[in-house]
């Protein structure tokens, strides 16, 4: 991540999740971050990040059976994640 307001330089750089493919993630309010991914297993899961506490996930659990990264929307107005992937048949809503 970087601030825009300085020259450069990294505000925080973690590593989100463990596997090789793509990654998403959706700001849920101004320090709460939740970023879709997959594990060393290839399974797909999601991991939900308090800024304000650094470089450790608040929660990390498995996202569904889907094969591609999860696309991630949330709804601030019904407190509503939305999560999605290429290919899938369904719209998980949590």
Same mark, same amino acid.
């Given at each position: 991540?970087?601030?825009? &307001?300085?020259?450069?330089?990294? /505000? *925080?750089?973690?590593?989100?999740?463990? +596997? =090789?493919?793509?990654?998403?993630?959706?700001?849920?309010?101004? /320090? /709460? *971050?939740?970023?879709?991914?997959?594990? #060393?297993?290839?399974?797909?899961? $999601?991991?939900?990040?308090?800024?304000? #506490?650094?470089?450790?996930?608040?929660?990390?659990? =498995?996202?569904?059976?889907?094969? +591609?990264?999860?696309?991630? $929307?949330?709804?601030?107005?019904? @407190? *509503? *994640? $939305?999560?999605?992937? &290429?290919?899938?048949? @369904?719209?998980?809503? $949590?």
């Amino acid at each position: 991540m970087f601030d825009v &307001r300085q020259d450069n330089t990294d /505000t *925080l750089k973690v590593k989100c999740h463990d +596997g =090789p493919k793509a990654q998403k993630n959706c700001w849920v309010d101004d /320090t /709460t *971050l939740i970023t879709s991914g997959f594990n #060393k297993q290839a399974l797909r899961e $999601y991991a939900i990040w308090d800024m304000r #506490k650094g470089t450790e996930a608040v929660h990390r659990a =498995p996202l569904g059976d889907g094969k +591609g990264v999860g696309h991630l $929307y949330f709804d601030r107005a019904h @407190q *509503l *994640l $939305y999560c999605a992937g &290429r290919g899938d048949m @369904q719209i998980g809503i $949590y």
